[in-house]
């Protein structure tokens, strides 16, 4: 008897309604001819099962006492083709079940998937990677298990259980009384035992989490580096130790423990096995029933105790399996907080005005587009405290010291109104919290304004398609992303069908082209995860000829050349002038150079437009801009 089932992902109590039931069989109906093959399977396989403690019944009562050899080698052979025959259906049926649960899984995760790819940056960053991963892959298959395996175990069991029932009732229902006696003391037990192993369960997969994410943390590329950085091998190895012997123990206290629960349900089934067997002993003692007969009466209460046993857990079962559903369709059913217009406009060539009327900005999620807390039992991800191995305090007062002059807000942009005509290079500065890289991700609509409205070319960017929008928009965010793969599929993500000369027409404005091609497997160099293999400027310059590779006609630059050195920054801006002289261009400015080339400087403080001019304007202004200048700027 496996003790997996008595282990639940959750400790919330699994509800099932009849929305939610009739949903999910939605997603079986596809496979219903799968299904009814799985059924008739099922009828005949039970049919097959019952058949042998009849031939063991007819062997001792009237085969073998009659010395009919002929009969006893039909019979035998019987014995042997019964058992092949029920398992080649086994295998025919495993083949269903698998194209339904492979089904259902693809569908599920596909729909998944795709609602995901729909949602806003807002929920991402109110979203836990190891949340969504869960249910991609957790919720997804327990889900698929509802319908492939819970659903079908339900039935064998109870087709099983009737059916053997009334032969029994046909043998003798004295004894089919007393074998059924037993059955509450059995669910009794297996219910109490179960709910210890499950708590010891419970514990050995928080304690593997703990061991899991502990090693995540310290194997990881920054992780190791840290702890080389600081000498602390043998800290990491005596911490890991701990918990790798916490693992352990609560391994043996489970296997024991699971062994003491398959020997009371053992002693129970003797127990019942002892009633029916010795009256039905006596009946034979008396010539009520044959030896044959009492042969396969306990053949089919075993075959009776395990299916009951089966169904008392199929409720659990499959209500859990139907939460998994439940917690699917939480994300399909999210609604989309950047949505678009029924009928958007189509863009296919822009002049790239923007203008930014009176926008405000303020970072929150709204219930409706959180996710709800599960508690999963052995997942990384609901580990809070990975080394202190305590929780993380709550309730502890903060200190009022703050700086005189700080960023912190309410509104993360406030009142914004600016007017960029096309071709224009427009600069962003002001100190670091102010709002710049807020305000360049709601030109791509990455957000939407909470108040005020953003126009391009005369459009509202709520009326604009989506795609097209993408499409017209290249931007090169603050922390640069890099797949782990190589340069070549990092480059064409831009354009899919960009051609060799285009990568390297691209490579060459953005000076990388000549590192490339000196690596030894060039434009098919692996970077690493995150690209953590290259340099921080020479990430950076991958991503700017991605972004022209792409060829936008809205150019967004989020501090895109701070980690470049002198030398090759200076290439750059060179090859950036002819790049940005047929392009609108949005940069957060931390180089002099750009500064000065701009046509309008936004100075960004608080999350408002508190000057903007150009360089000689904003100097003679003697505010912000000038100390920003003279501070920071000047110096480089």
């Not at 496996?2 to 999910?24: A, I, N």
């Not at 995901?116 to 997804?140: A, H, I, P, W, Y």
């Not at 046909?170 to 009384?177: A, G, V």
Request: glycine residues 8%; aromatic residues 8%.
């Amino acid at each position: 008897m496996g003790l997996g089932r008595f282990t639940r992902e959750t400790d919330e109590k699994p509800k099932v309604t009849w929305p939610l039931l009739k949903r999910v069989l939605g997603y079986a109906r596809p496979y219903s001819w799968y299904l009814a093959g799985m059924l008739f399977v099922i009828l005949a396989t039970t049919g097959i099962y019952m058949l042998s403690p009849l031939i063991l019944r007819d062997l001792i009562d009237r085969t073998i006492p009659n010395r009919d050899i002929q009969r006893l080698i039909w019979l035998s052979l019987a014995l042997l083709f019964l058992p092949a025959l029920q398992s080649g259906l086994s295998v025919f049926q495993r083949r269903l079940n698998a194209r339904v649960g492979e089904g259902v899984i693809y569908d599920l995760r596909v729909a998944l998937f795709s609602g995901l790819q729909r949602m806003s940056l807002r929920f991402f960053t109110n979203t836990k990677v190891g949340e969504l991963m869960s249910r991609l892959n957790n919720d997804v298959v327990g889900a698929q298990n509802a319908i492939s395996n819970t659903f079908v175990g339900i039935i064998t069991n109870l087709i099983q259980a009737v059916v053997v029932f009334i032969i029994m009732l046909t043998f003798e229902w004295r004894l089919t009384l007393i074998s059924i006696i037993i059955m509450p003391l059995f669910i009794v037990a297996s219910n109490k035992m179960a709910d210890r192993l499950r708590n010891i369960a419970h514990q050995q997969m928080e304690a593997n989490a703990q061991m899991n994410a502990m090693m995540n943390e310290t194997l990881n590329i920054g992780g190791a580096l840290l702890v080389k950085l600081f000498g602390r091998r043998q800290t990491e190895i005596d911490r890991l130790s701990r918990k790798a012997k916490n693992v352990a123990d609560l391994g043996v206290k489970r296997s024991y423990t699971g062994s003491m629960f398959i020997s009371i349900i053992g002693l129970l089934s003797a127990v019942g096995t002892a009633l029916v067997y010795g009256l039905g002993g006596y009946f034979v003692i008396q010539g009520t029933f044959t030896v044959g007969t009492i042969v396969a009466f306990g053949s089919y209460m075993g075959i009776l105790y395990s299916a009951l046993q089966n169904l008392s857990n199929a409720p659990v079962e499959f209500a859990t399996s139907i939460v998994s559903f439940e917690r699917v369709f939480e994300i399909i059913d999210l609604p989309v907080d950047i949505p678009e217009a029924k009928n958007p406009v189509v863009l296919s060539r822009i002049d790239g005005e923007i203008i930014f009327d009176d926008v405000t900005f303020k970072y929150e999620a709204g219930d409706e587009y959180v996710l709800s807390d599960v508690r999963r039992y052995g997942s990384m991800d609901a580990v809070t405290a990975v080394f202190s191995e305590t929780p993380p305090p709550t309730g502890e007062s903060v200190s009022e010291e703050t700086p005189a002059h700080h960023q912190a807000r309410g509104n993360a942009l406030e009142h914004v109104s600016f007017h960029v005509k096309p071709g224009q290079l427009v600069a962003l500065v002001g100190p670091s919290g102010a709002g710049k890289t807020t305000l360049t991700y709601l030109i791509p609509r990455l957000y939407d304004p909470t108040e005020g409205r953003i126009f391009l070319d005369g459009y509202n960017l709520r009326d604009i398609s989506l795609d097209s929008l993408s499409n017209l928009i290249g931007m090169v965010t603050q922390e640069t992303y890099l797949f782990h793969d190589s340069i070549r599929t990092n480059l064409e993500y831009a354009r899919m069908n960009a051609s060799q000369a285009e990568l390297e027409a691209a490579c060459r404005t953005a000076n990388i082209h000549d590192f490339i091609t000196n690596l030894p497997d060039g434009y098919n160099t692996i970077v690493g995860e995150r690209g953590y293999r290259l340099s921080g400027g020479e990430k950076q310059r991958i991503a700017l000829a991605r972004v022209l590779l792409k060829d936008p006609r809205i150019l967004v630059l989020d501090e895109a050349t701070s980690s470049l050195d002198s030398e090759s920054e200076a290439l750059i801006q060179e090859a950036m002038k002819t790049v940005m002289a047929r392009r609108t261009s949005i940069v957060i400015a931390h180089r002099l150079s750009t500064i000065l080339a701009a046509d309008q400087i936004l100075v960004i403080d608080r999350g408002q437009v508190v000057e903007k001019g150009t360089h000689e304007e904003l100097l003679t202004l003697n505010g912000l801009y000038t100390h920003l200048y003279n501070t920071q700027f000047k110096k480089v």
